[in-house]
């Protein structure tokens, strides 16, 4: 080892790695690429392109950061790809930065918990305190808010949305947006009511619960159209503040709502 780089690692002399960085044997760094404090990079990894990570990130072995995307548009352009603090990557996750079609970054929050053979494709927007189950897939431009949870080999469309606080159950194929708090299974995916678990473990009071599960009914059991839906929503947020994300989500166009 010299210093916590093993011998065999090839870092460039140009990254920008804190000091008590630990980096396993051949792994690969890349000239553009920086890593902040506390982070731990096992072996056979590769971190090219600029990447930027922040602090006590730990990448697991055979994980491949900030490759070029896999778009035939793409033609060398300085994109990039942002890791947050605190995330753990685990097995053979493959992350590529973006392109000048988009924002030119993929970009990863904090506290993200992702599974092993994850893949974010170009302009992926990832929150905070997600998790990724094992295979979990993301097309390009792809959104996922905070703490939702990817079940494992969910399948997402591009330019699909997944709302904050919304579950996919194992083998999920996603070609539409995902509202906030939702749960959703199937090829296609359809709503299978509100994530309850998952919120109650997040300290949603009983109150809220029982707010965002009536909200649920008039979004997708009432008969209501969209449009109708909204309103009685917005009517419904005055006493549950809570649906206000999903309020926000909706008056957003993109590909349509799971229905």
Same mark, same amino acid.
């Given at each position: 080892?010299?210093?916590?780089?093993?011998?065999?690692?090839?870092?460039?002399?140009?990254?920008?790695?804190? %000091?008590? #960085? /630990? $980096? *396993? +044997?051949?792994?690969? &760094? !890349? %000239?553009? #690429? /920086? $890593? *902040? +404090?506390?982070?731990? &990079? !096992?072996?056979? #990894?590769? $971190?090219?392109?600029?990447?930027?990570? !922040?602090?006590?990130?730990?990448?697991?072995?055979?994980?491949?950061? !900030?490759?070029?995307?896999?778009?035939?548009?793409?033609?060398?352009?300085?994109?990039?790809?942002?890791?947050?603090?605190?995330?753990?990557?685990?097995?053979?996750?493959?992350?590529?930065?973006?392109?000048?079609?988009?924002?030119?970054?993929?970009?990863?929050?904090?506290?993200?918990?992702?599974?092993?053979?994850?893949?974010?494709?170009?302009?992926?927007?990832?929150?905070?305190?997600?998790?990724?189950?094992n295979n979990a897939q993301l097309a390009g431009h792809v959104q996922v808010g905070d703490y939702a949870i990817l079940g494992?080999?969910?399948?997402?469309?591009?330019?699909?949305?997944?709302?904050?606080?919304?579950?996919?159950?194992?083998?999920?194929?996603?070609?539409?947006?995902?509202?906030?708090?939702?749960?959703?299974?199937?090829?296609s995916a359809r709503p299978y009511g509100i994530n309850a678990e998952g919120l109650k473990r997040r300290g949603f009071a009983?109150?809220?619960?029982?707010?965002?599960?009536?909200?649920?009914?008039?979004?997708?059991?009432?008969?209501?159209?969209?449009?109708?839906?909204?309103?009685?929503?917005?009517?419904?947020?005055?006493?549950?503040?809570?649906?206000?994300?999903?309020?926000?989500?909706?008056?957003?166009?993109?590909?349509?709502?799971?229905?």
């Open positions: 080892m010299k210093g916590k780089i093993h011998s065999t690692a090839i870092v460039d002399p140009r990254a920008k790695i804190a %000091a008590d #960085v /630990e $980096i *396993g +044997p051949y792994t690969v &760094i !890349g %000239a553009n #690429v /920086e $890593i *902040g +404090p506390g982070c731990i &990079i !096992g072996p056979h #990894v590769v $971190i090219t392109g600029h990447t930027r990570m !922040g602090a006590n990130n730990r990448v697991y072995q055979f994980v491949s950061l !900030g490759e070029a995307p896999q778009d035939k548009k793409y033609r060398g352009e300085p994109t990039r790809l942002e890791i947050g603090d605190n995330n753990t990557i685990r097995e053979f996750c493959t992350f590529n930065r973006g392109t000048v079609q988009d924002a030119g970054v993929t970009r990863i929050g904090n506290d993200n918990w992702i599974m092993a053979y994850a893949h974010m494709a170009h302009d992926c927007q990832i929150g905070h305190h997600t998790i990724f189950a494992g080999f969910t399948v997402v469309h591009q330019f699909c949305r997944i709302g904050a606080h919304s579950l996919t159950a194992m083998g999920t194929i996603v070609l539409q947006d995902i509202p906030p708090y939702v749960t959703a299974s199937g090829n009983a109150d809220t619960l029982a707010g965002l599960k009536r909200a649920y009914k008039t979004l997708y059991k009432s008969g209501l159209t969209l449009e109708e839906a909204k309103k009685e929503l917005a009517r419904q947020a005055e006493k549950c503040p809570e649906l206000r994300l999903l309020l926000d989500f909706l008056d957003l166009p993109n590909r349509g709502i799971i229905r």
